[in-house]
Every structure is written in C-alpha cells, then in structure tokens.
C-alpha cells in the first residue's frame, strides 16, 4: 500500500507541475539512495579524516527513449533529448528554469580539468598519490587523455551479486533482477547512470552490456575532498508516461542564477516573443544617413552594431559605409584599436580612450570593444559591467551575448554561459561568431556521448 500510495502521489505531482499534455510511454522506478562521504580535514600524509556522514533520499525515475524525468517529494527535472533541454522544477521556491543539455557537460568538462589540475598538485605536494584520477574519471563521467583506468574486470561472487573493479581497484557490486531493460530503452538508462550517478564510464558498459535492470548497485570512489560510497537500491518498476513539462502559474522564471543576467535575459526572450530582432537593413539605413551627415565615426559604430547583431549582413553597403568614413580621424583611431585588441588590449584601449564619445550617438558601440580587450586581459568583472551596459541600450547585438558568455563559461558557469548563447541563437540564428560554441558543443558530445 505504501508503494501505491507514492506512486499516486508521483502522479499527482507530475499532473500539478507540469500538465498532462501528451505523454511518452516509459519505465518508473522508485529509488533509494543512502550516500556515505568521509572527507579530509587536513592535508599531508598524516591527514585527518572527517566523521562520516549519511544522506538518504528516496526518489522517481522515469525513462522513456525521448526523455528521463526524475523527481523527489517538491521538485522535479525533466531532460528532453531530442530538443537537447533540460527543464527544472522546484515547488518549495516556486522556480522554474529551462536549459541547455549542454550546460551538464560543458561544467563537466571545465570542473573535470580543474579537479585533475588540483590533484596533480595535491600529488606533488605530498609525494604520494593523494587523488586516485580513476575516482575524478568517476566522478565526471569521461576519461583522463590517456586514461587513468584501462580496463574493468567482472567478477561473479558466491552470494549472486557481480563486483567490478578498476585495474583491480573495487568499484561496483550489483544484484540483478529477473527483469530485462526493454531494448527502447537502453538509450535511456544508459543516459540515466550518466547522469544521476558517479559509476566510471567503463563499468557503466558492463552495466549496460548484461541487460538485465538491478535490485541493487553499490559503488564507490574517490574525489579530492575524500571518499565516496553509495548505495541504490530499486524498490518499484512499473509502467508509467511522462508529460510534457509547461508553463506553470505562480513560478518565477529563472535564466541564470547571475540576478542581474537574469533580469536582462528574461526581457530580451519576452522581446523577441513579440517581435523579431531589427536586420540588417535597419542598422544600415541608420549608418548611410549618418554618413549623409558627415557622421562618420557613429555610421561605422553603426554599421559594427549591425555586423555584430545579424546575420544578413551586405558587405557591399559595408564596403561603401567605410569607404566614406575611411579619412575620418576618429574612425581611424577606433580600427587602429579593433585591430589592435587581441594582441595589445593596452594599446588597443588607449586608444579607445582617446577618442571623443561625447557627441556619439552610438558611443555604446565603443563600449563592446572597451569590455573585450578587459576580457583578454582577464578582467572579467569590468569586461561584464560594460558588455551589461551595452545590452541596457540594444539587447539584441549577437556578439555581446555570446562574448558575455565566453566570460561566464571561464568562470565555470555554463548554465549562464549557454543561457547567453542560447538567446544570442534565438536573435541571430547561424551567425558567424557562434560558430566555435557548435564546435564545443561537437567536441562535448564525443567526450560525454552518454550524457546526450
């Protein structure tokens, strides 16, 4: 009874957070999982560890070939895998986000370096193997180039239950069930273990490779902090559907966990909701009546606006805007400094400085190149109060969006940073400058193929 009982109260929860719209059919497990940390208090060969500590939580899976729901008692996560987004729903806060797939693996991606980086130098400081890199590989889902681990060996003990070991180190001891993972849906589950588990990538293909769901698995492994040992255990599988995740009334929004990024975000995608980002006809009807004026330095801003923004761009009336502006003192000045930036950001914004923005209609636009020379000098924090401003006065320059996201990303926030490039997508669809965040997102996926 206590087992129907939850599962009623599972659907309860999907019908009131996300409606019942349509539905895709799938397995629900219901999971028990007690984890069991004891960290390092000190460091050195003689490092104290903490007392243990035990979570348990009991929680919902349902895995479909499209999509994987999973949720506890006031919140819940949905991963659409052919839309490549995540959607996340909190009761208690009352917030709602929806994301990129690609944020999961690009923090993977940037923590799993700097983890690898801290135990190197944790190793060399000690003189000992302090951090077992299969543990990180564990931890991230991927392998270290070249590997820490080169095999799993398999092991059928006398009780039933199967161990599996990394290079002869324990790591996984799984009881099987009589049931086998329906063949939909073996995507799923392997995506399942990718993403809400830590077990080393090739243990995860034995799992996967028997066929058969477990009663229960119990692994362990090791990260900077301490040792990890973790225990899931399958208390319910029966046949159930996932629904579409939809707006909900009363949630707030939430694009980044950035406050001020977020407020920028939501009103940009509520912009374009309405209507679509000005082309490039626009801007450039704007720089040639500048140029009629003589202009000069506000029709090539201008003209850089649109360049940045769109991707319709003519370069014959680019050609003709900075043939007219080409003698203008302060038009030179400013190319001097673009041209400049990446291998002088100095000199690129001394030059910037120097140039009289008082009666500039478009001074903004001086602003975009001001933030990226901060960047390449990795002083993020002003490269994004300019880039900020900029976007107060025109939040639809392509460029600044993925630029901010740049910055966010190497400060180790991908949900912000793909949020960034997401709406700079949604503006400028295939526009030149996102072309390196498809190149990420290619190299992403033949690092973390499980995750997608």
């Not at 039933?160 to 070991?165: A, F, M, T, Y």
């Not at 243990?203 to 902090?225: C, D, F, H, M, W």
């Not at 300019?386 to 969006?401: D, R, S």
Request: aromatic share 8%.
């Amino acid at each position: 009874m206590t087992r129907l009982l939850r599962l009623v109260a599972c659907c309860v929860l999907m019908a009131a957070l996300a409606g019942l719209a349509s539905a895709e059919e799938g397995l629900l497990f219901e999971l028990k999982e007690t984890r069991v940390e004891q960290r390092d208090k000190t460091v050195g060969p003689d490092r104290e560890k903490q007392e243990p500590f035990e979570t348990v939580k009991t929680y919902r899976v349902i895995l479909a070939a499209k999509r994987t729901w999973v949720a506890d008692d006031d919140s819940f996560m949905l991963w659409d895998f052919a839309e490549e987004r995540i959607f996340d729903r909190n009761a208690t806060k009352k917030t709602m986000t929806e994301h990129s797939l690609y944020t999961i693996a690009g923090y993977r991606e940037a923590e799993f370096r700097n983890q690898v980086y801290i135990s190197q130098v944790l190793n060399k400081l000690e003189g000992e193997l302090r951090v077992d890199h299969a543990g990180l590989e564990s931890l991230f889902g991927a392998l270290m180039n070249p590997p820490a681990v080169t095999q799993c060996g398999v092991t059928e003990n006398e009780d039933g239950s199967v161990s599996l070991d990394l290079d002869g180190t324990p790591h996984v001891n799984v009881v099987w069930s009589s049931e086998l993972v329906p063949e939909g849906l073996r995507i799923a589950y392997v995506r399942h273990l990718a993403h809400n588990t830590q077990i080393h990538p090739l243990a995860r293909a034995k799992l996967v490779e028997n066929g058969t769901l477990p009663t229960s698995i119990e692994y362990q492994y090791e990260q900077v902090q301490g040792k990890v040992r973790v225990k899931l255990e399958w208390l319910a599988v029966t046949p159930a559907s996932i629904p579409d995740a939809e707006p909900v009334e009363g949630y707030t929004r939430e694009w980044s966990s950035n406050a001020s990024l977020n407020e920028v975000l939501a009103s940009t995608h509520a912009a374009l909701d309405s209507a679509p980002a000005p082309s490039f006809g626009a801007y450039a009807e704007v720089a040639e009546k500048m140029i009629s004026e003589e202009r000069h330095l506000d029709a090539v801003l201008t003209a850089m606006e649109g360049s940045l923004s769109v991707t319709d761009r003519d370069q014959v009336v680019l050609g003709r805007i900075f043939q007219a502006a080409a003698d203008d003192p302060g038009v030179q000045t400013f190319l001097y400094a673009v041209n400049t930036g990446n291998s002088e950001p100095d000199k690129a914004l001394e030059a910037l400085a120097s140039i009289d923005a008082t009666a500039l209609e478009k001074a903004y636009v001086l602003d975009i190149f001001r933030a990226t020379n901060h960047a390449n000098k990795g002083e993020s924090g002003k490269a994004l109060e300019l880039y900020m401003g900029v976007l107060a006065v025109n939040p639809f320059v392509t460029g600044v969006w993925k630029d901010i996201g740049d910055v966010h990303r190497k400060g180790y926030d991908a949900w912000s940073a793909w949020a960034c490039w997401d709406v700079a997508r949604r503006i400028a669809p295939g526009h030149m400058m996102l072309t390196d965040v498809d190149a990420r997102e290619t190299w992403l996926r033949t690092q973390f193929p499980d995750l997608f």
